[in-house]
């Protein structure tokens, strides 16, 4: 368990120090490819579905709460032993519509809206990784972008303050926070991609951009959420951080979006294709 050895710490020092268990974690895996980051793919949409279910699923009966994590259970099995894009999309839409029906409009939305939520995240990240170096230097490209924008956003926010962003979704971010986290997300991903392949797409500060952006927008659909239920923290399994789904927020979402970006100008094979 990642919070032994933390007690007596300070709350940012565990948030560091957290950080950089996972990331060594995450970089290893990514690295390994095939079924070791496949591993990493389900873990993450296993963790955040089960945080998603804690936060959102008083109003859900038992039946569709079981319901969803079988169908999400499938997606993961899926995602490990197949490549096969369609297979894997028709499975996790299928299992999502069939948890709406039968939970019905009061309580079979949020488990559906949460499975995707979970599995098609997890979906990205195994088919951007894929089974090349391509595909490792673009799952490093979406890490770098995003840490980028995740730290330096918390840091110059705090150093700078000022107005907020969205108050009504997050009450502690703030526009000098954002605007510091996508210069820094943006820079991270020309400065990774130039080292790459100095021949890279030069779509990449667009795309860093975009990612950037889009990264802070699922973190502050989580905080939303959150706030919706009244809840502080998705959870408690990470030091310093809370629940997974407060690591990752920004993550899933900027790996959807890299994802929908390159299968569509691309491939949904090789959507890793449009970085380098």
């Given at each position: 368990m990642?919070?032994?050895?933390?007690?007596?710490?300070?709350n940012l020092q565990k948030r560091i120090l957290s950080a950089i268990v996972l990331i060594i974690i995450a970089v290893v895996l990514t690295s390994l490819g095939g079924f070791a980051f496949g591993i990493l793919a389900c873990a993450i949409g296993l963790s955040v579905f089960y945080e998603w279910q804690l936060i959102s699923f008083q109003r859900s009966t038992s039946v569709t709460r079981g319901l969803a994590w079988v169908c999400l259970i499938c997606v993961m099995v899926v995602l490990l032993f197949t490549q096969d894009v369609l297979t894997m999309i028709s499975v996790l839409v299928g299992g999502a519509a069939l948890v709406a029906a039968i939970?019905?409009?009061?309580?079979g939305y949020w488990p559906a809206f949460g499975l995707f939520y979970a599995g098609f995240p997890a979906i990205a990240l195994t088919l951007l990784r894929g089974d090349t170096g391509d595909g490792f230097a673009a799952i490093l490209f979406l890490f770098a972008v995003v840490w980028?924008?995740?730290?330096?956003?918390?840091?110059n926010g705090r150093a700078l303050g000022g107005p907020k962003l969205?108050?009504?979704?997050?009450?502690?971010?703030?526009?000098?926070?954002?605007?510091?986290?996508?210069?820094?997300?943006?820079?991270?991903?020309?400065?990774?991609?130039?080292?790459?392949?100095?021949?890279?797409?030069?779509?990449?500060p667009l795309i860093a951009l975009l990612l950037s952006i889009i990264a802070q927008i699922g973190d502050l659909?989580?905080?939303?959420?959150?706030?919706?239920?009244?809840?502080?923290?998705?959870?408690?399994?990470?030091?310093?951080?809370?629940?997974v789904m407060d690591r990752v927020d920004g993550l899933v979402a900027a790996a959807a979006l890299l994802y929908v970006i390159g299968a569509i100008?691309?491939?949904?094979?090789?959507?890793?294709?449009?970085l380098f």
């Open positions: 990642i919070g032994i050895g933390f007690s007596g710490l300070s939970g019905g409009r009061a309580n980028a924008t995740d730290i330096f956003a918390f840091f969205a108050p009504r979704f997050s009450p502690n971010k703030t526009w000098s926070g954002a605007i510091g986290g996508a210069a820094a997300g943006v820079a991270a991903g020309v400065g990774f991609a130039a080292f790459i392949t100095p021949a890279g797409s030069v779509s990449v659909g989580e905080s939303w959420v959150k706030r919706r239920f009244g809840i502080k923290d998705s959870g408690q399994l990470i030091p310093g951080h809370g629940g100008l691309v491939t949904p094979e090789t959507p890793y294709d449009i």
